[in-house]
């Protein structure tokens, strides 16, 4: 597959991840957390307070990842045109490079079934 069709895909496969996580939803509930988190009594019950802990760690974590993604998707389809452009032999392969890393981080980012 060539690169061009390789980055459409990987746009549509993270297009497909967004959707599903809701990054907007989960800027909300990072920010509901957090205020949650700075409560002066939170730790007056531990075991709910880990659940907030935890909850919010895990969402920042898919907010980053999915920030990183994007990021990169953007990135690399700029390379991508700049390679063709000037025909440059090192950019493209670092297209290469960066499409296998959104491959691995699409993965590492899909929704898993219980």
């Given at each position: 597959?060539e690169?061009?069709?390789?980055?459409?895909?990987?746009?549509?496969?993270?297009?497909?991840?967004?959707?599903v996580?809701?990054?907007?939803?989960?800027?909300?509930?990072?920010?509901?957390?957090?205020?949650?988190?700075?409560?002066?009594?939170?730790?007056?019950?531990q075991?709910?307070?880990?659940?907030?802990?935890?909850?919010?760690?895990?969402k920042?974590?898919?907010?980053?990842?999915?920030?990183?993604?994007?990021?990169?998707?953007?990135d690399?389809?700029?390379?991508?045109?700049?390679?063709?452009?000037e025909?440059?032999?090192a950019?493209?392969?670092?297209?290469?490079?960066?499409?296998?890393?959104?491959?691995?981080l699409?993965?590492?980012?899909?929704?898993?079934?219980?």
């Amino acid at each position: 597959m060539e690169p061009t069709e390789q980055l459409r895909d990987l746009a549509s496969r993270f297009r497909q991840v967004s959707l599903v996580l809701n990054p907007t939803q989960l800027v909300e509930e990072v920010e509901f957390l957090e205020h949650e988190a700075s409560d002066q009594g939170l730790w007056d019950d531990q075991e709910n307070a880990q659940r907030v802990t935890s909850e919010l760690s895990n969402k920042r974590q898919l907010l980053t990842q999915l920030v990183q993604i994007e990021g990169l998707l953007e990135d690399t389809l700029v390379l991508l045109t700049l390679a063709s452009q000037e025909d440059d032999s090192a950019a493209a392969a670092e297209v290469e490079v960066d499409i296998a890393k959104l491959e691995t981080l699409l993965d590492l980012s899909r929704p898993r079934p219980c």
